[in-house]
């Protein structure tokens, strides 16, 4: 098992910039990819970002790309998202998520078997 927790959000302008964090416990040795996903009211979750284990691979969505990194510090069983240049449309409550199959960064929701609680991130106009 794979205990994930959110942190970071909160209430941001147009224009700004956050970063998002996941903590990881519990069973982290055997090692693990992990995707950001964010749903709004109304809204399917939907992909944002991922990591592979060791960093050497990210996937992250067209309509964020260019402006949301990810990023990972194993010693510290973290995951980073950095998102910048935020938009109203970026609102959202953001979800991370481990898989146990650590080589590739996925898309898919069905890839992944832990969730964490989520954090909200609200970008006013």
């Known amino acids: 098992q794979v205990q994930l927790v959110e942190s970071g959000g909160g209430l941001v302008q147009a224009g700004g910039s956050r970063r998002l964090a996941c903590a990881a416990s519990?069973?982290?040795?055997?090692?693990?990819?992990v995707g950001w996903f964010r749903q709004a009211p109304g809204k399917e979750r939907e992909f944002v970002a991922s990591?592979?284990?060791?960093?050497?691979?990210?996937n992250v969505a067209d309509s964020v790309k260019g402006r949301f990194t990810i990023s990972r510090d194993n010693a510290k069983n973290t995951v980073y998202l950095q998102m910048n240049s935020l938009k109203p449309e970026d609102s959202a409550v953001y979800y991370c998520a481990a898989s146990r199959f650590y080589g590739n960064a996925y898309a898919s929701r069905e890839r992944y078997d832990y969730w964490g609680q989520g954090t909200q991130v609200t970008v006013s106009s």
């Open positions: 990591i592979n284990w060791s960093g050497g691979s990210t």
């Open positions: 519990g069973r982290t040795s055997s090692g693990y990819a």
